[in-house]
């Protein structure tokens, strides 16, 4: 069983910033993918910005304002979000992909709100 637990949401104003956590615990014997996914009220969740061991990415929407990244030895995800816009308001989820004795899984954590106001 994984377990994901994010923090760092809340209510900034446009042109502020946040940072969000993502900190995964359970069994597991490495973490693949890291990647942080958005939602808003009536739009499909999207992809935000991903990070594996060795590249990033980023949804063109975002680039050049937020910054993901991983610390290995707390199997935690950050994003860095600066610049915002009232665009970016929406529930953040983070995702990773985990391999376990059960072979390679998706696990999502339970979504942090963001909301920007203009």
């Known amino acids: 069983q994984v377990q994901l637990v994010e923090s760092g949401g809340g209510l900034v104003q446009a042109g502020g910033s946040l940072r969000l956590s993502c900190a995964a615990s359970?069994?597991?014997?490495?973490?693949?993918?890291m990647a942080w996914y958005r939602q808003a009220p009536g739009k499909q969740r999207e992809p935000v910005a991903a990070i594996t061991s060795d590249s990033t990415n980023y949804a063109d929407s975002v680039k050049g304002r937020f910054t993901i990244s991983r610390d290995n030895a707390k199997n935690t995800v950050y994003l860095q979000m600066n610049s915002l816009k009232p665009e970016d308001t929406a529930v953040y989820y983070c995702n990773v992909r985990v391999n376990t004795r059960w072979g390679l899984g998706d696990y999502w954590g339970q979504g942090t709100q963001v909301t920007v106001s203009s």
């Open positions: 359970g069994t597991f014997f490495g973490i693949y993918n």
